[in-house]
């Protein structure tokens, strides 16, 4: 008797040819974990030992952070936060409007204390407008623009994302790559599980890309509110990528089965540490 190999689900991102040596490849998730979370150590020390386990040894976060793939960004990217310096003439005339990015730091390669002691200038005071300027390098992926905007009607005014200083602010980038899955299968877009190393957030989304064979593009906003100015290198997280199968569910609402919880505890009590993982995880397949 010959049993039939299982054959495994691929997904596949595609990417016009010339650019497939310059940009970086999506990869497995577990290979780019959050930096915290790979740094972290398994093991408090100095505590006991049965109580001395971190993040690191949860198996729900683990799962998280390597379930599907990361699709890495593309080129580096220039991100600034300002608000504008209102500079005032002995009329109190506005004679200028300045952007300031921190520290003291002016775009026109003053400071303010310069501003200050300026015989031609009154005063000046940070209570402009606020900016958020963002681009990429001058690089031709073939894709077009790579950032481009929504409206904020596209989302409305009930809409959360207006709890961000620059909420309204609906960007979009431009995805170099196109995802395809087998019969069935479809992705979940999203943010990097439990990466917290910037303010970009995404607005998650399922596609269907067994049937849609073309680039996925990422609506996102800037949740960040504080002056700074900088470049988010080449490389780092941005999309993750969750495949998964298509079926029907139910949804069921009952009484909790006291019994097999009472059995899930006591054989929870065998164990000092890992419990979770020893007794109820399953290996995830590659």
Same mark, same amino acid.
């Given at each position: 008797m010959f049993f039939k190999k299982k054959e495994k689900a691929i997904i596949s991102f595609h990417a016009k040819e010339e650019i497939l040596k310059v940009i970086p490849h999506p990869v497995p998730a577990a290979k780019l974990m959050p930096e915290w979370f790979r740094k972290l150590k398994p093991m408090i020390k100095?505590?006991?030992?049965?109580?001395?386990?971190?993040?690191?040894?949860?198996?729900?976060?683990?799962?998280?952070?390597?379930?599907?793939?990361?699709?890495p960004l593309w080129a580096d990217f220039h991100v600034r936060v300002t608000t504008a310096v209102n500079v005032y003439g002995e009329d109190d005339e506005l004679l200028a409007e300045i952007d300031y990015i921190g520290d003291e730091q002016l775009l026109v390669g003053t400071t303010m /204390?310069?501003?200050?002691?300026?015989?031609?200038?009154?005063?000046?005071?940070?209570? $402009?407008?606020?900016?958020?300027?963002?681009? @990429?390098?001058?690089?031709? /992926?073939?894709?077009?623009?790579?950032?481009?905007?929504?409206?904020?009607?596209?989302? $409305?005014?009930?809409?959360?994302?207006?709890? @961000?200083?620059?909420?309204?602010q609906l960007t979009k980038f431009t995805n170099p790559w196109v995802i395809k899955t087998p019969k069935g299968w479809s992705v979940q877009i999203k943010n990097p599980s439990n990466n917290f190393s910037n303010d970009i957030q995404i607005l998650e989304g399922v596609v269907d890309t067994d049937e849609y064979y073309n680039e996925i593009n990422f609506p996102f906003v800037w949740s960040g509110d504080e002056d700074m100015e900088l470049i988010i290198p080449q490389g780092t997280p941005l999309i993750h990528v969750i495949p998964f199968k298509r079926i029907e569910t139910e949804l069921e609402v009952g009484v909790t089965d006291e019994k097999l919880k009472a059995l899930t505890t006591h054989k929870m009590f065998t164990k000092h540490i890992d419990r979770y993982k020893s007794l109820f995880w399953n290996k995830r397949k590659k």
């Open positions: 100095s505590q006991d030992q049965t109580q001395a386990g971190t993040v690191k040894r949860c198996m729900p976060v683990l799962d998280a952070v390597t379930q599907g793939y990361i699709i /204390l310069e501003l200050e002691n300026n015989p031609l200038i009154a005063r000046a005071t940070r209570d $402009g407008s606020r900016g958020l300027f963002m681009k @990429f390098p001058e690089v031709d /992926l073939g894709t077009g623009e790579l950032l481009s905007g929504h409206h904020w009607d596209q989302v $409305g005014n009930a809409c959360d994302l207006k709890r @961000f200083k620059f909420g309204k």
